[in-house]
């Protein structure tokens, strides 16, 4: 296992306790519901009950190891959950949704107004030939538009894949060719610190290849000229007109498809996770409810983008199931200023703030003015999630941001896991800062030896979860084998997270990062293997190999090496040329923070490339064992003429 950069982590001791007058106004006020969560399904069974039914299951779970059926046998519609449930009291008229746009313009819909659009677009869809089952993906800016198309998708029963829209055409593409997407949903262009990034375009460019696209459905968002093109592409202010209010909810089996959403693994082909109404429902529902205390007054605003498995679970389905009043911010953090989160917050009186630890590292180096120029005495609890959240940053959110007035509940999750899984019930479960804390009820979790075997309190392994949570992945898409092998194989019988963990004597969890090839750029996973195949794609390009290095606001930075084909003269525009090259591969997040050229790359006598040993470099730390190295000279020339500065 590789050396553990934060050594020292469990020195951290002093517990944080919920502030007076919380834990007794808490949703959850008594630990007993951790003894209910031993009972998986008679504790999930209970909990499946939140939610609106049209047929009830029969069994709360079928497992048939790895494959989990959550309440078989029931009927359920994950929009209805979101929509319909909220409009006979007095919820109708409740701001479901407040939306602010990077330029400062405002818009807010009501529950009835959500159910309204929904409805509409749904039916637009149905119009095109879009039926139970078929696959529309979104590629759309953080606007109300997105998260009605994601409802209107899952009324009628067509899975969504949603696309992060800093990714580039190509990784557009290789989502929409594998989901095989019959629709797409897009705009115009999206706003980023008062530029425009041509959404549309990117559509046409990564649609020139593809055939099984037949619609395009644009918004108009930032209203820049656009090519349609007759036939397939059609305006949505224009195709919703008229359009008949409405739609009945798609009886779904709990065990279809909701969506399928796009991650980073170990090879270069990104995974199709798939999650399923019922159980997700039921997990998103439940988590968002007790780990951020949600009262009905509340202003809840999760700042990840739609495009993650965050915006999925705790800015669209979590809060709208429980009748949330959900704020969404389009923007950067710093446009026009530095303190556009705390005018956001202070505007809206915003109660809950969900956020990345990226996020605080940078407020952090801006500096404490910003926040303290604002009135942030609404706030009552603060999120964390992506990444670990290192205990300054913790100390610094909780004294900054929470006035050391607001517990901090650390969620620790994955897209695979859909739902929360280790967090603090805030009412009842003391903190401590930079831990994620304890499982939540009716979730299962263990650290593990290299040999699966069970480690003692005070020491390190692998996190696994022990038998299935209602939340859980179905599957990879179309590829039901790499789903058992990259999940349920590692550690024979148990799901294995891909990350390593401590816990402390207290039990609680001190997760430590990634073991795979996945890097952790501000909480967005990428696969080093996705852009060694961005960098050979290039003309120049022999060889590449990148590892992650640890960076003081990213918590983690790509850094490839890269040896070029025989007889290319290095210019001094190269380095620029081939980070414009990943750019353009993948999108602009995956593009690596430096890039070393060298002749060779380190390498077993069998060929393989020893990242581990590139890790060591890329770290400026003391080389691991070399004896398995074909030739040592290279790993000496690597290190003479890196020059790492951090
Ligand atoms: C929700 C999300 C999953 C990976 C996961 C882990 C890291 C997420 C964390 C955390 C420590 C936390 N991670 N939350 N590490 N503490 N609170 O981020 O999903 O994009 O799939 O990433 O992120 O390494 O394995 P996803």
């Given at each position: 296992?590789?050396?553990?950069?934060?050594?020292?982590?469990?020195?951290?001791?002093?517990?944080?306790?919920?502030?007076?007058?919380?834990?007794?106004?808490?949703?959850?006020?008594?630990?007993?519901?951790?003894?209910?969560?031993?009972?998986?399904?008679?504790?999930?069974?209970?909990?499946g009950k939140?939610l609106d039914w049209f047929k009830p299951w029969d069994k709360?779970?079928?497992?048939?190891?790895?494959?989990?059926k959550w309440y078989a046998g029931g009927k359920i519609n994950a929009a209805y959950n979101c929509l319909d449930r909220?409009l006979?009291?007095?919820?109708?008229?409740?701001?479901?949704?407040?939306?602010?746009?990077?330029?400062?313009?405002?818009?807010?819909?009501?529950?009835?107004?959500?159910h309204?659009?929904v409805s509409?677009?749904a039916n637009?869809l149905k119009?095109?030939?879009v039926e139970k089952g078929d696959?529309?993906?979104?590629?759309?800016?953080?606007?109300?538009?997105?998260?009605?198309?994601?409802l209107a998708c899952a009324r009628i029963g067509a899975p969504?894949?949603?696309?992060?829209?800093?990714?580039?055409?190509?990784?557009?593409?290789?989502?929409?060719?594998?989901?095989?997407?019959?629709?797409?949903?897009?705009?115009?262009?999206?706003?980023?610190?008062?530029?425009?990034?041509?959404?549309?375009?990117?559509?046409?460019?990564?649609?020139?290849?593809?055939?099984?696209?037949?619609?395009?459905?644009?918004?108009?968002?930032?209203?820049?000229?656009?090519?349609?093109?007759?036939?397939?592409?059609?305006?949505?202010?224009?195709?919703?007109?008229?359009?008949?209010?409405v739609s009945p909810a798609e009886h779904m089996d709990a065990d279809d498809m909701l969506f399928?959403?796009?991650?980073?693994?170990?090879?270069?082909?990104?995974?199709?996770?798939?999650h399923t109404v019922g159980g997700y429902m039921v997990?998103?529902?439940?988590?968002?409810?007790?780990?951020?205390?949600?009262?009905?007054?509340?202003?809840?605003?999760?700042?990840?983008?739609?495009?993650?498995?965050?915006?999925?679970?705790?800015?669209?389905y979590?809060?709208?199931s429980?009748?949330?009043?959900?704020?969404?911010?389009?923007?950067?953090?710093?446009?026009?200023?530095?303190?556009?989160?705390?005018?956001?917050?202070?505007?809206?009186?915003?109660?809950?703030?969900?956020?990345?630890?990226?996020?605080?590292?940078?407020?952090?180096?801006?500096?404490?003015?910003?926040?303290?120029?604002?009135?942030?005495?609404?706030?009552?609890?603060?999120?964390?999630?992506?990444?670990?959240?290192?205990?300054?940053?913790?100390?610094?959110?909780?004294?900054?941001?929470?006035?050391?007035?607001?517990?901090?509940?650390?969620?620790?999750?994955?897209?695979?896991?859909?739902?929360?899984?280790?967090?603090?019930?805030?009412?009842?479960?003391?903190?401590?800062?930079?831990?994620?804390?304890?499982?939540?009820?009716?979730?299962?979790?263990?650290?593990?030896?290299?040999?699966?075997?069970?480690?003692?309190?005070?020491?390190?392994?692998?996190?696994?979860?022990?038998?299935?949570?209602?939340?859980?992945?179905?599957?990879?898409?179309?590829?039901?084998?790499?789903?058992?092998?990259?999940?349920?194989?590692?550690?024979?019988?148990?799901?294995?997270?891909?990350?390593?963990?401590?816990?402390?004597?207290?039990?609680?969890?001190?997760?430590?990062?990634?073991?795979?090839?996945?890097?952790?750029?501000?909480?967005?996973?990428?696969?080093?293997?996705?852009?060694?195949?961005?960098?050979?794609?290039?003309?120049?390009?022999?060889?590449?190999?990148?590892?992650?290095?640890?960076?003081?606001?990213?918590?983690?930075?790509?850094?490839?090496?890269?040896?070029?084909?025989?007889?290319?003269?290095?210019?001094?525009?190269?380095?620029?040329?081939?980070?414009?090259?990943?750019?353009?591969?993948?999108?602009?997040?995956?593009?690596?923070?430096?890039?070393?050229?060298?002749?060779?790359?380190?390498?077993?006598?069998?060929?393989?490339?020893?990242?581990?040993?590139?890790?060591?470099?890329?770290?400026?730390?003391?080389?691991?064992?070399?004896?398995?190295?074909?030739?040592?000279?290279?790993?000496?020339?690597?290190?003479?003429?890196?020059?790492?500065?951090?």
């Amino acid at each position: 296992m590789e050396e553990k950069h934060r050594e020292g982590l469990m020195e951290e001791k002093r517990l944080f306790f919920p502030p007076a007058g919380f834990s007794s106004n808490a949703v959850i006020q008594n630990p007993e519901i951790y003894e209910l969560g031993q009972d998986r399904t008679k504790f999930w069974g209970e909990q499946g009950k939140r939610l609106d039914w049209f047929k009830p299951w029969d069994k709360v779970l079928e497992w048939d190891r790895p494959f989990a059926k959550w309440y078989a046998g029931g009927k359920i519609n994950a929009a209805y959950n979101c929509l319909d449930r909220h409009l006979n009291g007095a919820r109708r008229n409740k701001a479901a949704l407040i939306f602010e746009g990077e330029l400062g313009d405002r818009r807010v819909l009501t529950y009835q107004d959500l159910h309204r659009e929904v409805s509409q677009f749904a039916n637009v869809l149905k119009s095109y030939g879009v039926e139970k089952g078929d696959r529309v993906t979104i590629y759309m800016p953080m606007i109300p538009e997105t998260v009605i198309a994601m409802l209107a998708c899952a009324r009628i029963g067509a899975p969504h894949i949603v696309v992060f829209g800093g990714f580039s055409y190509e990784a557009l593409r290789d989502r929409v060719l594998d989901a095989q997407a019959k629709v797409i949903v897009t705009s115009d262009g999206s706003y980023r610190r008062g530029n425009i990034i041509p959404l549309k375009e990117n559509v046409d460019q990564a649609l020139r290849t593809v055939t099984c696209v037949e619609k395009v459905i644009v918004v108009q968002r930032t209203g820049q000229p656009v090519e349609m093109q007759e036939e397939r592409d059609v305006w949505y202010h224009e195709v919703i007109k008229n359009v008949s209010l409405v739609s009945p909810a798609e009886h779904m089996d709990a065990d279809d498809m909701l969506f399928i959403l796009y991650t980073s693994g170990t090879t270069g082909k990104p995974k199709g996770i798939v999650h399923t109404v019922g159980g997700y429902m039921v997990g998103v529902s439940t988590t968002h409810e007790w780990v951020f205390d949600l009262k009905d007054e509340d202003v809840y605003w999760c700042t990840a983008d739609v495009g993650w498995i965050t915006g999925h679970s705790y800015l669209v389905y979590g809060p709208l199931s429980n009748g949330a009043t959900i704020l969404m911010y389009e923007g950067a953090p710093d446009y026009p200023e530095k303190d556009r989160y705390w005018e956001i917050v202070e505007k809206y009186k915003v109660t809950i703030l969900y956020t990345a630890p990226t996020a605080i590292r940078t407020f952090m180096k801006w500096g404490e003015s910003y926040p303290l120029g604002r009135d942030l005495s609404s706030l009552r609890l603060l999120g964390s999630v992506g990444e670990p959240i290192n205990p300054d940053a913790w100390m610094w959110y909780h004294k900054h941001i929470g006035e050391e007035r607001c517990p901090i509940v650390d969620t620790w999750w994955q897209t695979e896991t859909g739902m929360i899984m280790m967090t603090p019930v805030p009412g009842i479960t003391p903190l401590k800062a930079g831990s994620c804390t304890i499982p939540f009820p009716g979730v299962h979790i263990d650290i593990v030896s290299p040999l699966g075997n069970a480690v003692p309190k005070g020491e390190s392994g692998y996190l696994v979860v022990r038998g299935p949570w209602p939340a859980m992945l179905k599957t990879i898409y179309g590829d039901d084998k790499r789903y058992e092998d990259t999940y349920w194989r590692q550690f024979e019988g148990v799901y294995f997270t891909g990350d390593e963990a401590k816990w402390d004597d207290d039990g609680y969890f001190w997760v430590i990062g990634r073991v795979d090839d996945v890097i952790n750029v501000s909480g967005h996973r990428i696969g080093t293997a996705e852009v060694e195949s961005a960098l050979v794609d290039h003309p120049l390009v022999a060889e590449a190999a990148c590892v992650g290095r640890t960076h003081e606001v990213k918590g983690q930075a790509v850094f490839a090496f890269v040896s070029l084909k025989e007889g290319i003269l290095i210019h001094d525009e190269l380095i620029a040329e081939l980070k414009a090259h990943v750019v353009l591969k993948i999108g602009a997040l995956a593009r690596p923070d430096d890039i070393f050229l060298t002749d060779e790359l380190p390498k077993t006598r069998s060929g393989k490339i020893m990242r581990r040993l590139l890790k060591d470099i890329a770290e400026g730390r003391a080389m691991g064992d070399t004896s398995t190295l074909a030739d040592a000279a290279v790993i000496d020339f690597l290190k003479k003429n890196i020059n790492i500065e951090k």
